[in-house]
């Protein structure tokens, strides 16, 4: 089994560049209204759908909080390029860079530009 999640946004294009520039990722489907990020080796690792559409009523409500409960953590290889790549693009930092006694590794807490918190963390035990 694998998660492939799935936040709906208000730009997908302007999501998807973000994402890509943060995450060090690629489009594999590109589009205004519907994207898939893949990894270096092809895998799906985020899914991003726009907010207006008649194909899915169901998505939930653009003026609610955007994810609250919810936290999208992504494991990566090069810690200390994405705190930068994060600095570049003037993220909201939320919480480090830090290291995580319990987990022993390294973390960084930030906000996307639709109000999703995001984490990136290091492998467990990479201390």
């Given amino acids: 089994m694998r998660a492939q999640p799935m936040i709906v946004v208000n730009n997908v294009e302007a999501s998807s560049d973000w ?22 080796e092809d895998k799906l690792i985020l899914q991003l759908h726009m907010w207006e559409t008649d194909e ?3 998505l939930g409500n653009p ?14 290889d ?11 693009l003037g993220v909201e930092i939320l919480d480090g860079p830090l ?5 022993q590794h390294r ?4 906000r996307d530009p639709d109000g999703y918190t995001i984490v990136l963390a ?3 035990g990479d201390l």
């Fill in 99 to 103: 290291v995580n006694p319990n987990a």
């Fill in 19 to 40: 994402y890509q520039r943060l995450l060090n990722v690629k489009s594999g489907h590109g589009g205004s209204e519907y994207e898939q990020l893949m990894n270096h």
């Fill in 122 to 124: 290091t492998k467990y």
């Fill in 56 to 58: 899915h009523p169901f």
């Fill in 63 to 76: 003026a609610a909080l955007k994810g609250n409960g919810t936290l999208l953590w992504f494991e990566i």
């Fill in 107 to 110: 973390e960084i807490w930030i």
């Fill in 78 to 88: 090069d810690f200390e390029d994405a705190v930068r790549r994060a600095k570049d």
